[in-house]
């Protein structure tokens, strides 16, 4: 797949295919994830640690975000933690740069129950930040104050705390306290 999209320059930029990230690589999301994806995303756990995933999960909502997330005009670019090459599962989870202006995105990823608190997100968050397909100056992250486990992985990434803030999740129904993050990359 490839993903053109526009910096805050105007120059064009296409995220590599696949990034190395130690025992796993990130590579683009294809339609043959859906399954695994519809799987670990209709976890109450993991649809409840983010903001855009309902549980219960709908019919068709993951062939739909796999079409928005493969569309050209696609508005982040997504990448799947592929363990398949080291004996591991296809997809361990998944990871995104939602870009904004002026060389800045929002990194987004959840990580299949089974497989918290065994370093795959910090593994993925570090690979995405080394290769910096964006060209980014900056990243931003926010998570929910009862995610302790994600707050760690960035903290131990680099990113630093700017500080509180709140957002709608839609499998809690309600408005959820965030810790927001920043990550300089210049």
Same mark, same amino acid.
């Given at each position: 797949?490839? *993903? ?10 296409s995220p ?11 590579r683009p *999301? ?5 399954? *695994? ?23 068709? &909502?993951?062939?739909?975000?796999? &079409? ?17 090459? &080291? ?7 998944v990871i ?37 397909? *964006? ?5 931003? &992250? ?11 992985? =960035? ?6 705390? =700017? ?24």
């Amino acid at each position: 797949m490839t *993903l053109d999209l526009t910096t805050g320059a105007g120059a064009r930029r296409s995220p590599p295919g696949s990034i190395t990230a130690g025992r796993f690589v990130l590579r683009p *999301l294809r339609k043959s994830d859906a399954g *695994l994806c519809t799987l670990y995303a209709g976890d109450r756990r993991v649809a409840e640690a983010t903001r855009s995933i309902p549980h219960p999960l709908p019919p068709g &909502a993951v062939e739909a975000f796999i &079409a928005r997330a493969t569309a050209a005009e696609a508005q982040e670019v997504v990448w799947v933690m592929d363990g398949a090459a &080291a004996g591991l599962s296809e997809l361990l989870g998944v990871i995104s740069l939602k870009p904004m202006d002026r060389g800045q995105s929002e990194i987004g990823y959840w990580v299949a129950p089974a497989l918290w608190n065994t370093g795959i997100a910090t593994e993925a968050v570090r690979a995405l930040i080394a290769a910096n397909p *964006l060209g980014n100056r900056t990243i931003f &992250a926010e998570v929910f104050q009862d995610n302790a486990g994600s707050a760690k992985v =960035l903290t131990n990434q680099g990113f630093q705390y =700017l500080g509180d803030a709140e957002t709608f999740s839609v499998a809690r129904g309600a408005r959820v306290p965030t810790w927001t993050y920043l990550r300089k990359l210049d």
